[in-house]
């Protein structure tokens, strides 16, 4: 079974600073997804990855295959970063497995 | 309009109603899930349709029923609602000529009584 395992749970943090979110999978897979799920509860996609390393403005998510763990990074946080961060995994053509999320609030 | 929209947003039901969360997305994406959150446990994969003719159970199928009605609908039935159904239900779509990204509605917040 594919499983995802995500740290921290919980994360506050001030504004400004430098955050890392991680994810660790269990088995091989085809691609790893990032996602943000704000307060109000609707999900948007940040990344997909299946190698490397990808950049968004102040976020930048990395993977390596090989220890079969991604990375988040939030550079320069503000408080409308806040929310919860969710990493997932596919498997060549079979639905998205979801980790439990990290919840981020950012201080002012 | 949104791309995935679902209906009802909010529903209050009692024990042992029938209920139906419908979904409806102009994506055009053949692909259609039914999720479930529950504070501190993630989305868990209800069931999951890759066609009009195509549907598989995902890992908590039990106590729920889905419909295929057309490329653009998947609606997902309670039939004999109980209080542990109680939590968010997101329908997501996905295309692999897009690299399979996810495009979810905005979640049904659904609380039996």
């Known amino acids: 079974k594919n499983e995802v395992e995500q740290s921290p749970q919980n994360l506050t943090a001030q504004e400004g600073e430098f955050i890392t979110i991680n994810c660790s999978y269990s088995v091989g897979i085809s691609a790893l997804h990032w996602l943000q799920q704000h307060p109000g509860g609707g999900i948007v996609s940040l990344f997909m990855?299946?190698?490397g390393k990808k950049k968004h403005g102040r976020l930048i998510a990395t993977i390596n295959i090989q220890e079969k763990h991604s990375s988040l990074h939030i550079t320069a946080s503000h408080p409308r970063d806040s929310a919860v961060y969710i990493c997932a995994v596919r498997v060549g053509n079979t639905p998205l497995v979801f980790g439990k999320g990290t919840r981020l609030s950012v201080i002012a | 309009d949104a791309d995935v929209t679902q209906t009802p947003r909010n529903r209050i039901t009692k024990t042992g109603k029938r209920i139906m969360l419908e979904c409806s997305q102009t994506?055009?994406?053949?692909?259609m899930y039914w999720y479930r959150q529950d504070p501190g446990l993630g989305l868990r994969l209800i069931y999951y349709?890759?066609?009009?003719?195509?549907?598989n159970k995902g890992e908590i199928s039990d106590g729920y029923s889905v419909s295929r009605q057309a490329q653009a609908k998947f609606s997902l039935s309670l039939e004999s609602a109980i209080p542990n159904q109680t939590a968010l239900y997101f329908c997501?779509?996905?295309?692999?000529?897009?690299?399979?990204?996810?495009?979810f509605g905005s979640g049904t917040r659904l609380t039996v009584v």
């Open positions: 349709s890759f066609d009009v003719k195509d549907i």
């Open positions: 997501a779509t996905s295309d692999p000529r897009t690299s399979y990204g996810y495009t």
């Open positions: 994506k055009g994406h053949d692909r």
């Open positions: 990855l299946s190698s």
